[in-house]
Nanobody, 125 residues
Framework: QVQLVESGGGLVQAGGSLELSCAAS????????TGWFRQAPGKEREFVAS??????????YYADSVKGRFTIARDNAKNTVYLQMNSLKPEDTAVYYC????????????????WGQGTQVTVSS
């Protein structure tokens, strides 16, 4: 069992930055891939970024809408995954969730077994 807790959301002006954190506890999180998803009101939950770790190498993936603006990173020693969000746009406004699944990443939320409670990100124009 893995427990996930997100933090770092808030209100920011367009063009600003925020860093989200996802702290994991429970079983060793190094065997888990972590994804960030977001859900805006009236919309489906969508993939933002994901990261996995294997044989000393991190593998990161991004949605096209955030590529070049967001960076996902992982600190195995702290069991924490970060999402650095730069050049934020009003369309980035959503509740952001981190999720975990065994070993490999996926862009589909249905593939993830564990979810955090979410953190609100609001970008004003």
């Amino acid at each position: 069992q893995v427990q996930l807790v997100e933090s770092g959301g808030g209100l920011v002006q367009a063009g600003g930055s925020l860093e989200l954190s996802c702290a994991a506890s429970g079983r060793s999180s190094s065997n888990y891939a972590t994804g960030w998803f977001r859900q805006a009101p009236g919309k489906e939950r969508e993939f933002v970024a994901s990261i996995s770790w294997a044989a000393g190498t991190f593998y990161a993936y991004y949605a096209d809408s955030v590529k070049g603006r967001f960076t996902i990173a992982r600190d195995n020693a702290k069991n924490t995954v970060y999402l650095q969000m730069n050049s934020l746009k009003p369309e980035d406004t959503a509740v952001y969730y981190c999720a975990a699944r065994t070993y490999t990443t996926s862009r589909s939320p249905e593939d993830y077994n564990y979810w955090g409670q979410g953190t609100q990100v609001t970008v004003s124009s």
